[in-house]
């Protein structure tokens, strides 16, 4: 399975965006890659998820390089509700999400 | 649309006891997994269910185990409670599987205390 790394911790300023790196340098050409959050108390979320596109929707862009070993979360405009654990995940070929430690996004106001 | 349930939120068992919790998926939605959460492994994946059938299952012991309903409820059971079974249990739904959907829609969770 692909594994992911991701930096522990890091803040951002309310208002602002906040852009969320992730490493997945053993990616498969046909391996997805997701993101969740994990808001405190309550059950993962799901984001967005991509192959090789960039892809948008009305919580975040997700930019993959082109030899799709990293990737970028952009929440456009963090609020204090954004404040959560991020999982960057790839999807191995049997289907299992694997969740790594995350990175624990503060935002601050 | 009434997201995932999870029943109970809350459980406090003694070791060598078992457990039962329950999992309610969205209407509509086939596939239920499992996920174990606690603070020192994080997320581990359990198992999933789909049309009444295992389609998948995660690297834990066969103290833990699982079923789904026709009405695609679905329940997992933990025999022979040991601590190290204190964890956050999530269930999740899906339209069509973790093979096919991409989105998994999480419930609450149930917190698992063993004593």
């Known amino acids: 399975d692909a594994k992911t790394t991701q930096p522990p911790s890091m803040d951002c300023a309310e208002g602002r965006a906040a852009n969320l790196p992730c490493n997945h340098s053993t990616i498969s050409g046909n391996e997805y890659v997701y993101w969740y959050r994990q808001i405190h108390s309550q059950g993962p979320q799901y984001i967005i998820h991509?192959?090789?596109n960039n892809e948008t929707n009305e919580m975040a862009s997700l930019i993959i390089t082109e030899d799709r070993k990293s990737s970028t979360l952009i929440l456009p405009h963090a609020t204090l509700r954004d404040t959560a654990v991020y999982y960057c995940i790839v999807r191995s070929n049997d289907y299992k999400l694997s969740f790594g430690a995350g990175t624990t996004v503060t935002v601050r106001a | 649309k009434a997201g995932v349930t999870q029943t109970p939120r809350y459980l406090i068992k003694t070791r060598g006891q078992q457990v039962t919790l329950s999992c309610s998926p969205i209407?509509?939605?086939?596939?239920v997994s499992w996920y174990q959460q606690t603070p020192g492994q994080g997320l581990q994946f359990l198992f999933e269910y789909f049309s009444e059938t295992q389609r998948n299952k995660g690297n834990f012991p066969g103290r833990f185990s699982g079923r789904q309903f026709s009405n695609s409820r679905s329940e997992m059971n933990v025999s022979t409670l040991e601590l190290g079974d204190s964890a956050l249990y999530l269930c999740?739904?899906?339209?069509?599987?973790?093979?096919?959907?991409?989105?998994?829609?999480f419930g609450p969770g149930t917190r698992l205390t063993v004593t």
């Open positions: 991509g192959l090789k």
């Open positions: 209407s509509g939605h086939r596939s």
């Open positions: 999740a739904s899906s339209l069509r599987g973790q093979a096919v959907t991409y989105e998994q829609y």
